[in-house]
Every structure is written in structure tokens, then in C-alpha cells.
């Protein structure tokens, strides 16, 4: 399991144990072979299936869960931010180059790497590197010391995306990592309820859905039918939508 999926679990577990009142307890442990990731208990003895799954790009998800163990930020006396090009990069490599470019750039008083003197990028093997290939953008900004990391950002016409976030949701079954855990809870034995969590990262969703200043949806999900509960939170959303009792709705978080 990967920094970012083990992340995506905690969340999910906390939000739905929250908004139904459930006991949320880790059930895919111990050894167990093919079990959902939690189990819901209720007072009334009720007992439910949680299981969570991430939509995002494939190829970025290592990278991403590095950079949630670091924060998403690295080290600065000053503030930047760092939007790569692509859906991946070499996470490691491009760290060091990025904080030392930072380095250069406060001590030449330049905003970016690519205004620094061609003799010092020169003498910088990795941020020599880091331009050449083009890996991402460094730009300061006027906020706290570091530099945030953000994904790779998508070109694309808002009309480009359908308006209805319900054909996002289906769009999903052609993930293929989707199908066995849908498959998963759906099996799950015993269960008087059964909930799926998707986090679907930012760079996964179109860019009307990019935050969440969007109208619930008002048609069902085709392909979830078995479930009693969908649940759906995104990166830079601040709140979650759930679709259950054949209606979707918004959720806010709960207090900390």
C-alpha cells in the first residue's frame, strides 16, 4: 500500500464514521485474502462493509504518496511553488534540483531558475538538468516559507467535460483498479450495509469539477447499484458528496 492510498483509508474511515455514526474498525488485516478495508458496527448491532479505492492517475501515484509523507512542501527560506509538467517525474532528483535552485535563485535575487546566470546553471549539474528536461515550473510567491508542490495542471474547455458529475462517476468503471474492490464490498458477507469511498485526485477530474463549487448531482451513478452508499471527496474540496437513498447531497467536514 502505497503513503497516498494509506491516507485516502483514514479518510474515508473518519468521514463515514462520522456522518453515520458507525464504529469504523481496520477488517482487512491479520492475512485476511480478498476482505474490505473496514467494518461498520452500529449500537443496534447493525453491521456494515467499507471499502475505499483512489481514482488518479496511475502513473503519478508513487510520486504523490512521497509527497504526502513530505507535506506536500519542500524546505525554503522563501516562498514558491512547484507544478510539474507531466503526471510523473523522479520524485528524489527533482527535489534536490528544486531546493537548490531556490537556493540560487534568493542568492542571485531572481524568480526564476531560468533567469539565474548561465555560468552558475552551468556549474549546477541537477538544476542544469531540472531545465533542460523541462521536469516543471518553479515560481516564488508571496505566502509562507517552502515550496508547495501541486499536480500537473490540464489544458482543457470547461464545455469539454459532461455537466453532469453523476457520467464523471461512471467514467470510473473504466479504471481498471476500480473493478475488484466495487466487486469486493459487493461480496461482503454478513454485512446489512455496504459503503464505497473513492478520493479521486484533482489531476483525475475534469476541470469543472476541480473544486467543489458545483451543484449535487441529480441523476444515479449507472454501475453502483448494489451499494447502499457512494461516497466522493477530491484534494481541494472542502466538502464530500455522498449519493445513498437514491438521492446525492453534499457534506460538510466535521469540526476538527
Known sequence: MTALSA???QIAAHLVGHETGAEVTPHDVDGRQAA???LLQWPDGQVGALEVTLVTERASIAWQ???MKDGWSWPAETSWEFRPSDVSFPYKKTKQAAIRAVELCDLW???SPADL???VVSAELEVARFLADGTGTLRRMPFKPGIQMYQSTTAEFVEAAPADFSRVVESWHEHPHLAPHLAKVKRA???AQRHLFVVVVSEALPVRFFTDDFDAPETPPQGFEALDALWVWSDYW????????AAWSWIDFPPK
Open 238 to 245: 472542502h466538502r464530500y458528496l455522498v449519493y445513498r437513498d
Open 7 to 9: 491516507r485516502a483509508e
Open 109 to 111: 535575487a531572481v524568480d
Open 189 to 191: 458477507s454478513q454485512s
Open 65 to 67: 504518496g512521497m509527497a
Open 117 to 119: 546566470p548561465a555560468e
Open 36 to 38: 474490505v478495508d473496514f
